[in-house]
């Protein structure tokens, strides 16, 4: 059988990886894929009406090139709107990033198919993802499964917009860039921050220290 | 010194004296004249103005005595001149009273009046004085012909007299005012009377052998109102006069007594008698310019010699005529010589005026200066508190100043740090993203090829793909380093003070060590106190960089009581000798921002054994 396969990622070599890899698998499916390289090209494909079933799988990178006229920056944002666009496509999320928020956040909004970690999985793994997914289980690897019960998350703590301003502060954005990036405004940035300090304890404290307490709780 | 000068003094005013006195024996002779001369000459070298007064007066008393009136006048008036200068005006009275009975001679009748009252008014308790002024004024009231006015004076005169009885002339003086008082009655025609009032007020006796001039005079009034009277015995009396007065050559009598025979004679009708007194009176009169009584004189020659009528009155006409011009011609030179006195004294008066309108000035200038000097006072102080209030709002704008560079400085610090942040973020991104993804594309590739050649199984190549998984690991864990001490570097007062190490570190050998205590809690501490600190430190590490040539730099900071903090920067470069004054502006700035912040400051060095500066500030 034919599986097609969009493959999002910003390395050509690594869609090459993908692709000798997928070669491997063992029930003898012969593989087509298109590739985008950044969230551009993505977008453009995946809401172009034309393709709304022309995928049985979409490979997605994390970090991928931003499209600021969209305000897309990265897979999450994408994984979005392939669910939106490409109902009958399944997801398997491949990402460098292994820190709690980020895996809890694709999980709740997407919900994954599969959900790798890079460097985190060795080739095989890769093969077993694959076929399960395409089985219509889901492959998440250990650290995912690990990471995602955190207890402020799945409690409902801390919720979407705190993660992502978290997320945003871990990266080094001041406050201004973050309330751009999110499309809200400032004070809400504020009050959120100072919820976010409620609840991870901290008393008084720079971004510093929200940064700090979420290491130190393992979710950055 | 003083006593030589004042002894001096005294000597001169005794030689003065003494002059006069002997001048005085001497009384109108030309030793007199002399005499009052070398007065007037030591007095006008000396400054002596009184010695100067009186030796004028007797120069014009000597001319008065020649009939010299023109030299007379002219001394009178410079001598009034003098006292006139002189507080009190001594002598003023006599001076006018001289001057008075000089312009009565000249006829000046009015001008004799006026100055005669003038010295009425200024002789005060004199009485020789104040009598001879009331028979001066009767005299010119009696030349006016204002015969009733001129006897109250001469009574006035008569009962001022009784206050000099002790007078050696009293007598005389006495004769005469009633002689005077006699010509009164006499121009009245009231020819008995005159006999009557002389004959009880006169002992004729006794006069005579005292004063032969008055006696002379009182006999001719007598005589003259008995001629009137037609009483022939007139011409006895006339004749012992005229004895009298060419014995004595008493010009005025010898004249007055010639006329008056002449006029007996023309009563007699024995005119050649007549002519020949009247001729001698004329040629006397005329000699010694008699004119008033030439005049008279003419008239009667006329009467004696009705032939020569027409010579002696065109000769009348003539002496009239010319005696009017010198009349004119006198009163024109007394006013000249009294114009340029008074012009003396009008400057005199113009510069006292003058002295007047100075003082004024002096008062309104000392007046306008002090008011102009308070109110410079009060402009400095209003000035000064304004300059203290500019100086209070200078402080406050340069602490708001200070604390807005501090603001800047943190804000370029935290630009800095943001902009540092995003590059390690890249760097972070791009190991993360980059490296890491190729390595691991780089993995699957490479056990995909490996898997299709049945390679895989072979141990060395699972086992460097392995080894790849690991290197992404390692870079993974480095990546998320970096970006986890994104905030590490905190924007404070530490990074900037770090970055002035940098900046000096960058282009000199200098190692720099920071020691900053933990106590230290940099935000209670006023950001004007930091931005004064960083700006001392900038001083301290510019003057090491350029003149220490040290190797090693250290900073330390620390708590010393809550609110102290010490800050030691010590350098192991040449040093210096603190003891020369020629420090230089780096450390006189240095001590001007401690100043500043209440705090201390102290440096020590020696030479080739560094440098060490304490500085102690408040917070």
Redesign the interface.
């Known amino acids: 059988m034919i599986v097609r396969i969009l493959m999002i990622?910003?390395?050509p070599?690594?869609i090459?990886?993908?692709k000798?890899?997928l070669?491997?698998n063992k029930e003898q499916h012969n593989i087509e894929t298109i590739s985008a390289f950044n969230c551009e090209e993505a977008y453009n494909i995946i809401i172009n009406p034309a393709n709304s079933s022309a995928f049985d799988l979409v490979f997605l990178?994390y970090?991928i090139p931003e499209f600021l006229e969209q305000k897309i920056y990265n897979g999450e944002d994408l994984g979005v709107l392939i669910r939106k666009h490409l109902p009958n496509a399944k997801i398997i999320m491949l990402t460098?990033?292994?820190d709690a928020i980020r895996l809890y956040n694709v999980v709740k909004k997407i919900q994954p198919n599969g959900l790798l970690v890079?460097?985190?999985y060795?080739?095989p793994h890769?093969l077993d993802a694959f076929e399960k997914v395409l089985a219509g289980e889901t492959y998440y690897t250990p650290i995912v499964l690990e990471k995602v019960k955190e207890p402020l998350f799945t409690k409902g703590f801390l919720d979407t917009l705190d993660r992502e301003i978290i997320v945003l502060l871990?990266?080094?954005f001041?406050i201004k860039t973050i309330a751009t990036k999110m499309n809200v405004s400032e004070d809400t940035i504020k009050k959120r921050k100072s919820k976010i300090k409620d609840l991870l304890g901290i008393e008084k404290g720079?971004?510093?220290d929200i940064?700090k307490e979420c290491?130190a709780l393992g979710l950055? | 010194m003083q006593n030589t000068k004042e002894s001096r003094k005294q000597f001169e005013i005794n030689t003065r004296n003494d002059l006069l006195k002997l001048g005085n024996k001497y009384a109108y002779e030309k030793k007199f004249y002399e005499i009052n001369k070398i007065i007037e000459n030591k007095a006008e070298s000396n400054k002596d103005t009184i010695g100067n007064i009186y030796a004028k007066t007797n120069i014009g008393l000597y001319y008065f005595n020649l009939f010299s009136n023109d030299s007379a006048y002219y001394y009178f008036s410079k001598a009034e001149k003098l006292s006139l200068q002189l507080k009190g005006n001594p002598h003023i009275c006599e001076i006018f009273q001289y001057k008075a009975d000089l312009l009565w001679c000249q006829k000046d009748f009015s001008a004799a009046e006026t100055t005669a009252i003038k010295s009425l008014k200024n002789s005060k308790g004199n009485n020789i004085v104040t009598y001879s002024s009331y028979l001066t004024i009767a005299n010119a009231l009696f030349g006016m012909n204002n015969y009733d006015k001129s006897l109250i004076y001469y009574n006035k005169a008569l009962i001022k007299l009784e206050e000099l009885k002790k007078l050696k002339q009293y007598n005389e003086l006495k004769t005469q005012t009633y002689n005077y008082i006699a010509k009164v009655y006499q121009k009245k025609k009231l020819y008995q009377k005159v006999i009557e009032y002389l004959k009880i007020n006169v002992n004729l006796i006794k006069i005579k052998k005292t004063d032969l001039i008055t006696y002379s005079h009182v006999v001719n009034t007598i005589a003259y109102s008995k001629l009137k009277l037609n009483d022939k015995s007139s011409l006895l009396l006339f004749k012992e006069v005229e004895k009298i007065a060419d014995s004595i050559k008493f010009v005025p009598t010898q004249v007055e007594v010639k006329t008056y025979m002449g006029e007996y004679y023309l009563i007699q009708q024995d005119k050649v008698k007549a002519s020949t007194y009247l001729k001698d009176a004329q040629k006397l009169a005329h000699k010694n310019n008699i004119f008033e009584d030439e005049l008279k004189i003419l008239k009667l020659l006329e009467q004696a010699n009705p032939n020569l009528s027409n010579f002696y009155s065109d000769r009348y006409i003539i002496l009239n005529d010319s005696l009017q011009d010198v009349e004119r011609a006198t009163r024109d030179k007394f006013a000249r010589i009294e114009f340029e006195t008074d012009e003396i004294t009008n400057q005199k008066e113009i510069v006292s005026k003058e002295n007047n309108l100075l003082n004024k000035r002096i008062w309104i200038i000392s007046v306008f200066g002090l008011l102009s000097l308070l109110v410079i006072v009060l402009w400095f102080m209003n000035k000064s508190q304004k300059a203290k209030t500019r100086e209070l709002l200078l402080k406050q704008e340069q602490q708001k100043a200070n604390e807005a560079i501090y603001q800047l400085m943190i804000d370029q610090q935290q630009q800095m740090e943001?902009g540092k942040?995003?590059e390690?973020?890249r760097i972070s991104?791009e190991l993360?993203?980059?490296v890491?993804?190729?390595?691991?594309?780089?993995?699957?590739?490479l056990?995909?090829?490996l898997?299709?050649e049945n390679l895989i199984e072979n141990e060395v190549f699972s086992k460097q793909?392995?080894e790849i998984?690991e290197v992404?690991?390692e870079?993974?864990t480095i990546a998320h380093d970096l970006?986890?001490k994104?905030?590490?570097d905190?924007a404070n007062f530490i990074g900037i003070v770090k970055e002035l190490f940098t900046k000096i570190e960058n282009h000199s050998q200098i190692h720099f060590t920071l020691e900053v205590s933990e106590a230290v809690n940099w935000d209670l501490i006023n950001n004007s106190i930091k931005i004064n600190l960083y700006r001392i430190l900038q001083e301290a590490l510019q003057n090491i960089e350029k003149y220490a040539n040290a190797k090693n730099v250290c900073l330390t900071m620390s708590l010393i009581e809550s609110n102290e903090i010490n800050i030691v920067i010590s350098d192991d470069g040449i040093g210096f000798d603190t003891n020369k004054k020629s420090n230089g502006i780096g450390i006189k700035n240095m001590k001007a921002r401690i100043v500043e912040l209440n705090g201390k400051f102290n440096i020590k060095s020696e030479l080739h054994q560094g440098t060490e500066i304490n500085l102690t500030i408040p917070f």
């Open positions: 990622d910003d390395h070599g690594m090459e990886g993908y000798a890899m070669s491997l990178d970090s460098a990033h292994f890079k460097s985190d060795k080739p890769l871990a990266e080094g001041q720079s971004d510093e940064l290491r950055l | 943001e942040n995003i390690k973020q991104l993360h993203d980059g890491m993804g190729k390595l691991s594309a780089v993995r699957l590739n056990y995909a090829a898997y299709k793909i392995d998984q992404e690991k870079i993974r970006s986890s994104l905030f590490s905190n």
